[in-house]
């Protein structure tokens, strides 16, 4: 399902619907072109390091059963930069293609580069009417060749970057990282807020992240004008749900500051608060804690930097996402994406489905035409992000596919107009009820 109500553009790029897996999943970028097909709008591999390491010791996830949370002290376990970066580059020795008896254009061009070893009618054909043909090609075929002509996604990717638990230079960690890694990525994430690597929250104190955020800016756009400016498309920084309000002015000032080139915050990692509401009998196990108790903790922090960054700095929201409720509510505070992980792990891959269901259901319930428009709804002392200067951005990107005029300036949609959702199924369309639950064995984010 890619109704347009839920495309949006954010920090340049453009994606399906708002909705991300977030990092720790995929820690070494195995399963990216996999993952691009369950229905998230983007998907954040990693946390990636510069050299292979095993992370902490085992045990190191615990799942709270009663809270429906998990606290991880994973420890950043990697294959390392060189390892991911050829996860991205796969090559295969044969190829065979299905196709009907006109090939679309890219699959013309395809053929014009590479000769066709055989050409049989296929036996799959069920249907007189038309001709289809099994295509056979052998020679040495990229990742990225096969996806460029043969398996487009529209599905995003983020890489996240960690440092080496025994590194006496994270700034470079991160730069080798961005070197290696940046543009096989629509955006690349420096992370510098898990709790389970010594040191790496310091990192956030203002000195330490102006210093650490100018060499890489530096880096970045040195590769960037060296590669034509393909190198890293934007660079985040992800932070901690338990910084006090001085050190969040701090990483605020620094991201609003164009000289260190951040185009975005992740808001926030895991947590190492423990809520006395938490049943579960191993709730005191050391590590980041993430899932429904974390929820309220990350969304009040993504109020907080809406307002601090007055809506001009782009957020990813995550932590306690389960349901298109959560989902939402953390739009209204501010993000413009959201992430999921643990939510997975109690209910399945079809939540993302269910998730995107819903939001087109709440969003349209509201008025709201787009996701865009929903952003900061419930942070409304913000005044830098007007319903027309969204709106104006969401016109632009999408106006040859509305097959309608819209007013220069919007106000809320009419009840009776409220279950209507652009270039996709009513939300009450009974034939997209997904009864899908995946595997529920992963662990939490990182």
Do not use: W
């Given at each position: ?167 006496n230079n994270p ?56 590669s034509g400016g393909?190198?890293?498309k934007a660079l ?211």
């Amino acid at each position: 399902i890619k109704p347009i109500m839920l495309r949006t553009t954010v920090f340049g790029v453009h994606f399906d619907n708002p909705i991300g897996l977030a990092a720790g999943f995929d820690k070494n970028c195995e399963a990216i072109k996999g993952l691009q097909r369950l229905g998230f709008g983007f998907i954040e591999g990693g946390s990636v390091t510069p050299l292979p390491q095993p992370g902490n010791d085992q045990p190191r996830v615990f799942r709270l059963f009663e809270d429906s949370a998990v606290i991880n002290r994973y420890g950043f376990p990697s294959i390392g930069a060189d390892a991911v970066a050829k996860n991205f580059q796969p090559t295969f020795n044969f190829i065979s293609i299905t196709v009907e008896e006109v090939p679309d254009e890219k699959l013309q061009r395809f053929f014009e580069a590479h000769q066709p070893q055989s050409v049989k009618p296929s036996t799959k054909n069920d249907d007189p009417n038309t001709s289809i043909y099994r295509i056979d090609f052998r020679g040495k075929f990229s990742q990225s060749l096969i996806q460029k002509f043969l398996m487009p996604s529209t599905c995003k990717v983020g890489i996240n970057l960690g440092i080496n638990k025994t590194s006496n230079n994270p700034t470079n960690d991160y730069c080798v990282g961005v070197e290696k890694l940046g543009h096989y990525a629509d955006y690349v994430v420096i992370n510098v807020s898990s709790p389970n690597t010594p040191g790496l929250r310091d990192l956030q104190r203002k000195t330490e992240l102006e210093k650490m955020l100018k060499h890489i800016s530096r880096r970045v756009g040195k590769k960037n004008k060296a590669s034509g400016g393909m190198s890293c498309k934007a660079l985040l920084l992800k932070i901690s749900p338990d910084l006090n309000d001085d050190d969040l002015q701090d990483v605020v000032d620094v991201v609003m500051d164009p000289k260190y080139g951040v185009k975005g915050l992740i808001v926030s990692n895991t947590t190492i608060s423990r809520p006395e509401s938490l049943q579960s009998s191993i709730k005191g196990e050391r590590g980041g804690l993430s899932g429904p108790p974390l929820k309220n903790l990350s969304t009040e922090m993504i109020k907080k930097v809406f307002r601090l960054t007055d809506g001009r700095v782009p957020i990813i929201g995550v932590g306690g996402v389960s349901s298109a409720e959560d989902v939402y509510e953390k739009i209204r505070a501010g993000a413009s994406l959201v992430q999921l992980y643990t939510g997975l792990v109690y209910q399945g891959l079809g939540l993302v489905r269910r998730m995107k269901k819903g939001l087109c259901e709440l969003l349209a319930r509201d008025g709201f035409i787009n996701v865009q428009m929903a952003v900061g709804a419930d942070v409304p002392d913000v005044t830098n992000k007007t319903i027309h200067d969204i709106f104006k951005g969401f016109e632009s990107f999408h106006r040859q596919m509305l097959p309608l005029e819209l007013p220069p300036v919007l106000g809320n949609v009419p009840p009776s107009q409220s279950d209507l959702v652009l270039g996709g199924e009513s939300p009450g369309d009974k034939s997209d009820q997904d009864t899908d639950e995946g595997d529920d064995s992963s662990s939490a984010e990182e």
